[in-house]
């Protein structure tokens, strides 16, 4: 059973997602500070975190921080409607979604399971299944990443967006096109987080993120990855 980490200062709103969560097969704590979010992360080891980034005193965002420095744990953030910054801070950090308050209770539990098939998506794979392109190497399974035989340490939706498009080396892949492929189905709202994820993963991979080489954007259009073939 997949183990979920709520963290909310609301007790009503972290009482509904923990209702919906458990219905839905899901082991779920809760927590209602960024102090106690952290010791909870270490201590129960959860498989992803749902966690609002309005906390008083240890906010979400440093929370998501922490967690970035020692773990590539899965973190779904909750944001006000009208934090749009702090959703791309977020994003930016490293989280993997974000929902925006009022949520719905069905589409959180649907995005924590997107977020886990993400995770999870090697175990319907065999164990050679590796993708290379040029001097990228991902094995999925294990979800590992190396370029130019340096490893890179990627979020899951890190690594579910850039094994789609190493899986097919110079295809131009829309936005839209890439949420689907990381979320199942395409969020029209929430196509500017791919461009926070490309960026994360520029940062991450290329030695001037500002001059990509391998993540190639295609403008008014979408994103490639270099073909070293061509």
Do not use: C, W
Request: proline share 5%.
């Amino acid at each position: 059973m997949k183990s979920i980490l709520v963290v909310d200062d609301e007790p009503r709103i972290a009482q509904l997602a923990r209702d919906y969560l458990e219905h839905a097969g899901f082991a779920v704590r809760i927590a209602a500070t960024g102090e106690a979010a952290l010791q909870a992360v270490r201590r129960d080891r959860p498989d992803l975190v749902v966690l609002d980034l309005g906390l008083p005193g240890l906010d979400g965002l440093d929370v998501t921080r922490a967690i970035r420095r020692e773990s590539n744990l899965p973190v779904i953030m909750l944001t006000a409607r009208d934090d749009e910054l702090d959703k791309l801070l977020g994003l930016e950090l490293g989280a993997d979604d974000y929902l925006t308050k009022p949520f719905s209770p069905r589409e959180l539990v649907a995005r924590v399971r997107a977020v886990l098939r993400r995770v999870d998506a090697g175990a319907g794979h065999a164990a050679d299944d590796v993708i290379r392109a040029g001097d990228l190497t991902m094995d999925v399974p294990r979800m590992r990443t190396e370029l130019g035989g340096r490893s890179i340490d990627l979020t899951p939706t890190e690594f579910t967006l850039l094994a789609a498009l190493a899986r097919q080396p110079g295809r131009i892949f829309t936005r839209s096109q890439l949420l689907d492929a990381v979320h199942g189905v395409a969020f029209e709202s929430y196509e500017r987080a791919i461009d926070t994820h490309i960026k994360n993963l520029r940062r991450k991979l290329e030695p001037d993120p500002r001059r990509p080489a391998h993540v190639l954007t295609v403008y008014g259009v979408g994103y490639r990855l270099a073909d070293e073939r061509a």
